[in-house]
């Protein structure tokens, strides 16, 4: 499949994983790529392997100034064509129990995951309705069914399914599609980090906590960057998200992944408390 014309889309957090590899596939797939990274030298590796159309967008997700620059500039290329799709992927994960969470942090995976996407859906709808253009949202599995030390991310998903479900409705009568997609583990360089970040959170506990967390958050960690190795490849979300900007039906859902697919269907049927034993062990 081949865009015959050059339709022009905004993937957010394409510096690495799930939004380079969707940012790159929409590139090959010919539409004229806008993707927004925080560091020069991430532009510029995405340029030296893209196409010579293919134009990075230095923003920050979590500030407001940065975004309205972001959709200005875009807004200048696209002139009145408008812009055919959002993909909004930025996102980040920490591994903590609630009890020990601190609420900056909880605030912080909010601002990143949760508002600062539906800001940059504000500032793009003006160019999405110039072309009835789509909006695709990066959701996660774990936004549908919570696990354990992972709840901050959770709750934020959680959120981003409802902003979807609202969004498909409200922009219903400009012809603006909007869906969400709900991977499983992908294999991304995101969970090495967030992994080194809980096992040394873990370890710096004071003595009461370090009592009551410690061993469970490195179960955690271990488990979650075992299912990480063995996750899907990003590009199974990228041909996800190119469905959902290309096909005349798009879904308004998208599980991608065996284990995406087998939380939710199990989810349906198992009683809450059977389910909570099955996702703790």
């Known amino acids: 499949m081949v865009i015959a014309t050059k339709k022009a889309v905004f993937v957010t957090g394409a510096s690495t994983g799930i939004g380079k590899a969707c940012a790159l596939h929409l590139d090959k797939l010919g539409f004229r790529v806008f993707a927004s990274v925080r560091k020069e030298a991430d532009a510029d590796a995405l340029k030296a392997i893209a196409s010579?159309?293919?134009?990075?967008?230095?923003?920050?997700?979590?500030?407001?100034a940065s975004i309205t620059l972001a959709a200005e500039t875009i807004a200048a290329a696209v002139s009145d064509i408008g812009l055919a799709g959002l993909v909004n992927n930025a996102g980040t994960a920490i591994i903590s129990p609630l009890e020990l969470l601190e609420i900056r942090e909880l605030r912080h995976q909010f601002e990143v995951n949760l508002f600062g996407q539906l800001a940059v859906t504000q500032a793009f709808l003006p160019l999405l309705r110039k072309s009835q253009g789509r909006v695709v949202n990066i959701g996660s599995i774990i936004g549908k069914v919570a696990v354990p030390f992972l709840g901050s991310n959770c709750a934020a998903k959680f959120g981003m399914e409802a902003l979807?479900?609202?969004?498909?409705?409200?922009?219903?009568?400009?012809?603006?599609?909007?869906s969400i997609i709900e991977p499983g583990y992908v294999a991304t360089p995101i969970w090495d980090k967030v992994v080194s970040i809980g096992n040394e959170t873990a370890a710096n506990l004071p003595p009461y906590e370090r009592n009551l967390y410690s061993g469970a958050i490195a179960s955690a960690c271990?488990?979650?960057?075992?299912?990480?190795?063995?996750?899907?490849?990003?590009?199974?979300?990228?041909?996800?998200?190119?469905?959902?900007?290309?096909?005349?039906?798009?879904?308004?859902?998208?599980?991608?992944?065996?284990?995406?697919?087998?939380?939710?269907?199990?989810?349906?049927?198992?009683?809450?408390?059977?389910?909570?034993?099955?996702?703790?062990?």
């Open 52 to 64: 010579t159309e293919f134009t990075p967008i230095l923003m920050d997700i979590v500030d407001g």
């Open 164 to 178: 979807t479900d609202v969004l498909r409705m409200e922009l219903r009568p400009w012809g603006i599609s909007v």
């Open 222 to 281: 271990k488990s979650i960057l075992k299912s990480s190795k063995a996750g899907i490849q990003a590009d199974f979300v990228a041909k996800a998200v190119a469905h959902a900007l290309t096909s005349k039906n798009p879904k308004t859902r998208y599980l991608v992944g065996r284990d995406a697919k087998l939380a939710a269907l199990v989810s349906k049927f198992l009683p809450d408390r059977v389910l909570d034993r099955v996702i703790a062990q």
